[in-house]
C-alpha cells in the first residue's frame, strides 16, 4: 500500500484523523490503515499534538478473549502498559482466546476440505461472526472497534479450519494460473523494450511463486536436496496436468 507524503494532508484531515483517534479505543495500526495513512506519520501527529487515545478496558478485552495473543502485543497495539493490563486481566478473570477457542468448537467443527470449501466459506463465515458478536453482547463496545475485532478473529478462525493440504494446493495453483498468464504475454508482446521489461518483471514473479510453491510442498530443507537430485524436474517447465499429479503425489504421501 503507497500512503501519501506527510506534507500533503490538510489540517482538516489531520483533525479528522485526531477526532476519531480520540473518539475510538483502536489501535495505531488500525486507525492508520483506515485513513491510509503510515503509522509512522500517525504516532508523529499524535506525538506533536499531545492527542489522548481513548482507553476502554472492555475493548481490550475483547481483543484480547478473541485472539491468541500476548499481554506485551497487547500493550503496543492499544498503547497501554503492559502491568495495566495484567491487572485488568486478574481482575476481571479474563482468559486469552476464550471466545476464539469458544466459536471454533462450537461453530468450525469440521475442517474445511476441497470438497465442501465453497460452501463452507459461504455458510460459515456469517455464522462465525454473528457468534462472534453474540459472545461479545456483555462489553461496552463502541460498534467500529465491535466490527474490527470481529473481522480480524473471523478470519483467523477461517483460516485455522483450512488443513494444510488445501492451502498447499491453493499456492500451487495460483502459481501454475500465474504461469499460463505469463505465457499469454510472451505470445501477445512484442520486442519493444517496454513490453520484454514487463514480461521480465512477470517472469521473475511466476520464478518467486514456484519457489514459494516448492518451499510449501516440500520444506525449505527439501527443496535444496530435491534441486540438487539431477531427476528432479525444473517445476516452471512442467504442465498442468504434471503439476497437479506431483501436488496431488506429494500431499497423498503426508500426514497433514
Not at 523494450?193 to 520464478?207: N, T, Y
Given at each position: 500500500?503507497?500512503?501519501?507524503?506527510?506534507?500533503?494532508?490538510?489540517?482538516?484531515?489531520?483533525?479528522?484523523?485526531?477526532?476519531?483517534?480520540?473518539?475510538?479505543?483502536?489501535?495505531?495500526?488500525?486507525?492508520?490503515?483506515?485513513?491510509?495513512?503510515?503509522?509512522?506519520?500517525?504516532?508523529?501527529?499524535?506525538?506533536?499534538?499531545?492527542?489522548?487515545?481513548?482507553?476502554?478496558?472492555?475493548?481490550?478485552?475483547?481483543?484480547?478473549?478473541?485472539?491468541?495473543?500476548?499481554?506485551?502485543?497487547?500493550?503496543?497495539?492499544?498503547?497501554v502498559t503492559e502491568a495495566t493490563i495484567k491487572k485488568w486481566a486478574k481482575e476481571g478473570n479474563w482468559q486469552e482466546a476464550k471466545v476464539f477457542d469458544k466459536v471454533e468448537q462450537e461453530v468450525l467443527k469440521d475442517k474445511i476440505t476441497e470438497k465442501n470449501i465453497g460452501l463452507f466459506?459461504?455458510?460459515?463465515?456469517?455464522?462465525?461472526?454473528?457468534?462472534?458478536?453474540?459472545?461479545?453482547?456483555?462489553?461496552?463496545?463502541?460498534?467500529?472497534?465491535?466490527?474490527?475485532?470481529?473481522?480480524?478473529?473471523?478470519?483467523?478462525?477461517?483460516?485455522?479450519?483450512?488443513?494444510?493440504?488445501?492451502?498447499?494446493?491453493?499456492?500451487?495453483?495460483?502459481?501454475?494460473?500465474?504461469?499460463?498468464?505469463?505465457?499469454?504475454?510472451?505470445?501477445?508482446?512484442?520486442?519493444?523494450?517496454?513490453?520484454?521489461?514487463?514480461?521480465?518483471?512477470?517472469?521473475?514473479?511466476?520464478?518467486?511463486?514456484?519457489?514459494?510453491?516448492?518451499?510449501?510442498l516440500f520444506g525449505k530443507e527439501q527443496i535444496q536436496v530435491r534441486e540438487e537430485n539431477s531427476q528432479q524436474k525444473d517445476f516452471t517447465k512442467l504442465n498442468m496436468?504434471?503439476?497437479?499429479?506431483?501436488?496431488?503425489?506429494?500431499?497423498?504421501?503426508?500426514?497433514?
Open positions: 500500500m503507497e500512503y501519501k507524503k506527510s506534507k500533503e494532508y490538510t489540517s482538516d484531515f489531520r483533525k479528522k484523523v485526531q477526532v476519531f483517534y480520540e473518539s475510538h479505543c483502536l489501535s495505531q495500526a488500525q486507525v492508520a490503515q483506515k485513513f491510509n495513512i503510515s503509522r509512522y506519520t500517525l504516532i508523529k501527529w499524535i506525538q506533536a499534538g499531545e492527542w489522548k487515545a481513548k482507553n476502554n478496558k472492555d475493548s481490550v478485552r475483547a481483543y484480547y478473549e478473541t485472539h491468541h495473543i500476548s499481554f506485551r502485543e497487547l500493550s503496543g497495539m492499544f498503547n466459506l459461504d455458510t460459515k463465515k456469517d455464522e462465525v461472526k454473528q457468534s462472534l458478536r453474540e459472545s461479545l453482547e456483555g462489553l461496552d463496545l463502541d460498534p467500529i472497534v465491535l466490527e474490527c475485532i470481529v473481522e480480524t478473529s473471523s478470519d483467523e478462525l477461517l483460516l485455522k479450519a483450512m488443513n494444510t493440504a488445501y492451502i498447499k494446493k491453493q499456492i500451487l495453483f495460483c502459481a501454475i494460473v500465474a504461469r499460463g498468464e505469463l505465457i499469454k504475454m510472451l505470445k501477445l508482446g512484442s520486442y519493444e523494450p517496454k513490453d520484454m521489461a514487463a514480461i521480465i518483471v512477470a517472469a521473475e514473479k511466476v520464478s518467486k511463486l514456484f519457489i514459494d510453491a516448492g518451499v510449501s496436468n504434471e503439476l497437479m499429479a506431483l501436488a496431488n503425489a506429494n500431499v497423498e504421501n503426508k500426514d497433514f
